[in-house]
């Protein structure tokens, strides 16, 4: 199989193109996206939530490359013998790019690690428990609330993430099955519907990027990701989801495209609908943007002490 723009043997079937091709054509794309949605403006101070995945590890390489400079943001939620080892690859890779790395801790923040806050679950009965039924939900909610007032503290007038194309279709659908329609409006390549300097707008550049891809590119660069799995992932109700849409995929080709194009046509609708509902309220304990009396990090960190 030949590249379709040269004679090099192709390394991607969709687009067909050899490694050289390929990597022009991802970052071109996500360029692309960068200039559509206007996500980057010559005063922004530019973080870069990272993990250490391959969406992040991407994500941090390409902004650093248009726009040095980037401040790459990390999260310790404290997950033993796997983030550590993600810590100490990003930890290379940023020195070895000169990039700035902050890490932030779930300790420091919250009091515990992530494993100390399941294995207090264990004790709890279903009542106490509540809608904490993965570590993905205190997991998710305590990164969100961290990323946010880190990246503020830092300065930093956007906060990118790697999120790719799968990773909002799933979300989407996710929303659509719990019934959470409202969540959706903090979709979309660019986030930030409420509109306060407490808030930090988030871009997503990778956002039609498929996981394939991103994949691709990662592996073509050689960029250093960490290839274990957090040992939580498998309890997540996002796997479900994914599996679903990944066998939606291969049966009919462009599903999760489809899926996407179509949000981004009601998603303007959506959030003018629900404008009224989104006033701007604060938590009553950290002070942080929050719908209810308290956000959801505070609620969560309540129902984890009782
Ligand atoms: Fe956190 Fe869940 Fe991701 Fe693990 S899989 S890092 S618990 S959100």
Redesign the pocket.
Known sequence: MLCSKCKNKAVFSDPRLCSQHFIAYFEAKVASTIRRFSMVSQQDRLGVAV?GGKDSISCLYILNKLFPGVTAIAID?G?KG??EKTLKQLSLFCSEHNIVLKVFEFRKEFGKS?DSF?AGLKNKSAKQKGNLG???T???AF?RHIMNKCARKLGMTKLATGHNLDDEAQAVMMNFLKNNLSLSIKLGPVVGVISSGLFVPRIKPLYFCTEKEVMAYAFLKKLPVALD?????H??F?RTVQEALNRQEKADKGSKKALISNFLEFLPLLRERLKESQELSFCENCGEISRNRLCKACSIAELLSR
Do not use: F, K, N, T
């Open positions: 993990s939620e997950i796997y983030r992530l399941v993965s570590p993905c205190i997991c998710g990164r799995e957090c040992p939580y992932a309890e997540s996002r």
